[in-house]
């Protein structure tokens, strides 16, 4: 079960995603990997026909979920998060390293996550090079 503190910083989390006004907070996922002082996020967000990867806010974001893992309680730490938001459900599965593929690279793995949760749709990441290009 988890403790006051991790279901406090898991609301926070679903609120800095929320602020996104220009997509619902429904049919996100947030997937990262998390270490001492390192956060690789990634949202992705149910578009219908597509998969939209915007830009995340690593700032605020990457805080929240740094101040998740560092709240953990015990010797073991998981490593990584899926956060996912579906008809107004909030599932959180969180990742030990005991269940990562240590041969696994981790985009591969972020790849694997994306598939379980919206199947074959095709993901539409921004053009890196325009930033005007931040939509979908």
């Known amino acids: 079960m988890p403790s006051d503190r991790t279901e406090v910083l898991l609301h926070k989390i679903g609120q800095l995603l929320a602020e996104d006004k220009e997509y619902p907070l429904d049919g996100t996922l ?7 002082n390192s956060v690789g996020p990634s949202i992705f967000k149910d578009r219908g026909d597509h998969i939209f990867y915007p830009d995340p806010d690593l700032d605020r974001l990457g805080d929240a979920r740094l101040d998740l893992w560092e709240a953990q309680e015990g010797d073991e730490r998981w490593e990584e998060i899926q956060y ?8 959180v599965i969180f990742v030990y390293p005991d269940e990562l593929d240590p041969e696994e690279m981790s985009l591969e793995r972020r790849d694997k996550v994306v598939k379980q949760y919206f199947g074959d749709r095709p993901v539409v990441y921004p053009d890196w090079d325009d930033e005007d290009s931040f939509t979908d």
Request: no cysteine; glycine share 14%.
């Open 84 to 91: 996912f938001v579906k008809d107004g459900r909030l599932e």
């Open 30 to 36: 947030l997937h990262a990997d998390v270490g001492p």
